[in-house]
């Protein structure tokens, strides 16, 4: 059963912005690792930014750089994507890590906690 809960997702022109969240149940997403991934069809699940234990923001997919960011409180995080490129199209995943100590990663492995997925497509 997932324990996250994203939402925010949908069909935008390119240019366009959203504003992703995931809310969980149960624990918080401010004392720990917790990052978004995403997955376009036919593709591998990647990373796309994380954010650590002492709020440092870590980038994984350089594309994304100056225009998606990632932000939390208590048991909520956003993922805000800015001008949107056909390409960001993809089933996006929130997740967390269960060890509040340990550090981001763009592994699909190391985080416990997930989400099932918000879609959103980039299309004119």
């Known amino acids: 059963q997932s324990r996250l809960v994203e939402s925010g997702g949908g069909l935008v022109q390119p240019g366009g912005s959203l504003r992703l969240s995931c809310v969980t149940s149960g624990f918080r997403l401010d004392d720990r690792p917790v990052g978004w991934f995403r997955q376009a069809p036919g593709k591998e699940r990647e990373g796309v930014l994380c954010?650590?234990?002492?709020?440092?923001t870590i980038i994984y997919t350089d594309s994304v750089k100056d225009r998606f960011t990632i932000s939390r409180v208590k048991n909520t995080m956003y993922l805000n994507v800015n001008s949107l490129k056909p390409e960001d199209t993809a089933l996006y995943y929130c997740?967390?890590?269960?060890?509040?100590?340990?550090?981001?990663?763009?592994?699909?492995?190391?985080?416990?906690?997930w989400g099932r997925g918000t879609q959103v497509t980039v299309s004119s």
């Open positions: 954010i650590n234990y002492s709020d440092e």
């Open positions: 997740a967390a890590r269960e060890n509040y100590y340990s550090s981001c990663s763009d592994s699909v492995a190391a985080y416990q906690y």
